[in-house]
């Protein structure tokens, strides 16, 4: 199942997983906006050094990165195939038809599969040392300059985690229906439009009357509990600022320094 | 009381934010593959949310659709097609704003017209959808007229009509799937709530 955030966390006691959640999100962001900038050779291989420092911060082992990278395979390849073949400029090299590839289409594809690789990695890196719950924290903490200017933020950061927070359930209640249409014979593999949508329908009612059936329960339990509002809640775990947070922030910046000295 | 009313209003909007992940994450109930096409039934779910919440929460609702399809066109991409359009946020979030909107619009507009519930949904479902692919299509144009910054510098001129062409087939069955699904789907559910209160 490709899964970009759930089941991906692994639990440690490393350098980056001991940063808070914020930080590393917002790290993530810039070091992203960073890899805009970055377009020769030198400012590209500083960028994957800093990222292969990261992994080694992390603790986790390399094997769970080429395992996040395996279903995005084709999808790079033929990125990165579309670039060489419909770039212009530069010598041609070789031309047929609409495709043609030349000298400078070659070198952007290149780079491109590095900038995909970096950002997966940097992404990759978030989801496995930070739980989906840390992640929705950190949102809340990014977002809240909005404030000033009335935007619900705590509201919002309790929607997301509620939100992810039952996306495990929702997902077993499907499996539980998928397999109860199964054993009355639906196949979902194959068939023409008219098929899906009527084996579509069975599928996604079940799963919204679940849904709502939730929601209901939850809000009966919550107000039970006392909830009125979203923003004077208090929190079980909270995330500070930490020395690691200031040290890789500076590093990051020093290392985007670097990228827009060393780029064309 | 209408403290109760915004948990629960909460709550709802949280479950149906669940649900876009899921229908995000798990092809079978998020895309459903017909030949070479792979049609998404997504808005489906958003135009859903509008009519059983509100046009302003069916906003909401296509709004995070928006934003996961815009994080992950960077780190967890579906398609090559994702790379190239969807890593502008106008392009990937706008257009499922203003599916919530138009359908909420045009559901509410129907309903004093129209007795029968199903047919006015399955008209701002396929409104709904019909808004999501012009408004993709547009942008994109739109954006490579503008000349705007790529992430992935590809030559545009040579690559449009081809995505037109994926965007274009693809729109069709999704607004047919969404007009008739959509009420088969929305009508008992929006019963069910009412039973209840």
Known sequence: MSNFLFGRYLPGNSWVHQMSPQSKLMLSFYFVIVIFFANNLASYAALAVLIAIVILLSGVSILFFLKGIRPLVWLIIFTVALQILFSAGGTVLWKWGPFSVTNLSLINGGFIFIRFLLIIMISTVLTLTTTPLAIADGVQTVLKPLKKVKFPVDTLALMLSIALRFVPTLMDEMETILNAQRSRGVDFGSGSLKHRVQAAVPLLVPLFTGAINHAENLSTAMEARGFSDSEHRSKYRIYRWQLKDTVSWLVFLLVGGLVLYLRK | ?197
């Open chain 2, 1 to 197: 009381m209408p403290k109760t009313k915004n948990t629960l209003r909460l709550n709802l909007l949280a479950m149906f934010i669940a649900i876009i992940i899921l229908q995000t994450s798990i092809p079978l109930i998020g895309y459903i593959p017909i030949g070479p096409l792979s049609i998404t039934i997504i808005p489906t779910t958003v135009v859903i949310a509008t009519i059983l919440l509100g046009t302003t929460d069916g906003a909401i609702i296509g709004g995070v659709w928006g934003l996961i399809t815009f994080v992950r066109a960077y780190i967890w991409p579906t398609s090559p097609l994702a790379t190239i359009v969807f890593v502008n946020p106008i392009v990937s979030v706008f257009p499922r704003i203003m599916i919530g909107l138009v359908a909420g619009w045009a559901y509410t507009a129907l309903r004093k017209r129209f007795k029968n519930q199903s047919l006015s949904v399955s008209i701002a479902a396929i409104l709904g959808s019909i808004t999501n692919t012009v408004l993709v299509l547009g942008l994109i144009y739109v954006f490579y007229k503008a000349k705007a910054p790529q992430l992935y510098q590809i030559n545009m001129e040579k690559l449009l009509p081809y995505l037109i062409g994926v965007v274009g087939t693809n729109g069709v069955p999704e607004a047919i799937f969404s007009g008739i699904v959509t009420p088969l789907i929305a009508v008992p559910l929006s019963r069910a709530i009412k039973r209840r209160q």
